[in-house]
T-cell receptor, first 110, second 115 residues
Framework: QKEVEQDPGPLSVPEGAIVSLNCTYS??????FMWYRQYSRKGPELLMY????GNKEDGRFTAQVDKSSKYISLFIRDSQPSDSATYLC??????????FGTGTRLLVSP | SQTIHQWPATLVQPVGSPLSLECTVE??????LYWYRQAAGRGLQLLFY??????ISSEVPQNLSASRPQDRQFILSSKKLLLSDSGFYLC??????????????FGPGTRLTVL
C-alpha cells in the first residue's frame, strides 16, 4: 500500500464548476500537508499548505484536512480553464522529506 | 525574492554518456536543496538532498550522484546514463529557518531523454 493515494484522473469539469481533489494517506505521523499545481512540462508550484486538521482558504482555493480519517482535500470554486493542470498533494512524515501523491490531472473546459 | 534555476531545460543523451544537470538558487542563504525525478504516473521520487556544502544524502541507490560545490549550487551527475534514467528532473529548495513545515519550492525542471 502506498503511503499517499491520489486518483490520477483526468477529472473533466465545465468552467465555473466546483472541483474537489482528494488524497488519502496511511501514516498518522503526517502533520503538514501541501498542495502543488503543476502545468505541463513545468515544475510544481506551491498552492496551499496546512498544518494539522481544519480548513484553510485562499481566494478560490480551500484546503481541508481530516486527520481522523487520514484524508485531505483541495476545493476550487468557480473553476477556470487556467486551472487545468495536475494537482499534487504532499505531506511531511519527518525531517527533510515530503511524500507526494502521484497527482490528479484536472481539465476545465470553457 | 528567491528564484531557482535549472539547466538545461531539455536534454537528449545516448546510453552510456555522462550527465551533468545544474541547479542554482538566488535570494537565500544556506538553503536545503533537493533533487527529484518525476516519471509519468509515479509521482515525485526524492533522489538526493543536501543541508550544506559538501553534505549529500542519497535516498535511492542508483546510477546517479549529486554534489554541492557552493552554497546555492546543486549538481546531479552520472558517469554512464541508462535508458531508465530518462525522466523529468526537478530541483527544489527549502529555507532551513522555517520551523516545522517542510515546504519546498521547485525549479522549472530538466527533461532528460536517454536513447
Amino acid at each position: 500500500q502506498k503511503e499517499v493515494e491520489q486518483d490520477p484522473g483526468p477529472l473533466s469539469v465545465p468552467e465555473g464548476a466546483i472541483v474537489s481533489l482528494n488524497c488519502t494517506y496511511s501514516n498518522s505521523a503526517f502533520q503538514y500537508f501541501m498542495w502543488y499545481r503543476q502545468y505541463s512540462r513545468k515544475g510544481p508550484e506551491l498552492l496551499m499548505y496546512t498544518y494539522s486538521s481544519g480548513n484553510k482558504e485562499d481566494g478560490r482555493f480551500t484546503a481541508q484536512v481530516d486527520k481522523s480519517s487520514k484524508y485531505i482535500s483541495l476545493f476550487i470554486r468557480d473553476s477556470q480553464p487556467s486551472d487545468s493542470a495536475t494537482y499534487l498533494c504532499a505531506m511531511n512524515p519527518g525531517f527533510q522529506k515530503l511524500v507526494f501523491g502521484t497527482g490528479t490531472r484536472l481539465l476545465v473546459s470553457p | 525574492s528567491q528564484t531557482i534555476h535549472q539547466w538545461p531545460a531539455t536534454l537528449v543523451q545516448p546510453v552510456g554518456s555522462p550527465l551533468s544537470l545544474e541547479c542554482t538558487v538566488e535570494g537565500t542563504s544556506n538553503p536545503n536543496l533537493y533533487w527529484y525525478r518525476q516519471a509519468a504516473g509515479r509521482g515525485l521520487q526524492l533522489l538526493f538532498y543536501s543541508v550544506g556544502i559538501g553534505q549529500i544524502s542519497s535516498e535511492v541507490p542508483q546510477n546517479l550522484s549529486a554534489s554541492r560545490p557552493q552554497d546555492r549550487q546543486f549538481i546531479l551527475s552520472s558517469k554512464k546514463l541508462l535508458l531508465s534514467d530518462s525522466g523529468f528532473y526537478l530541483c527544489a529548495w527549502k529555507s532551513p529557518g522555517e520551523a516545522g513545515t517542510d515546504t519546498q519550492y521547485f525549479g522549472p525542471g530538466t527533461r532528460l531523454t536517454v536513447l
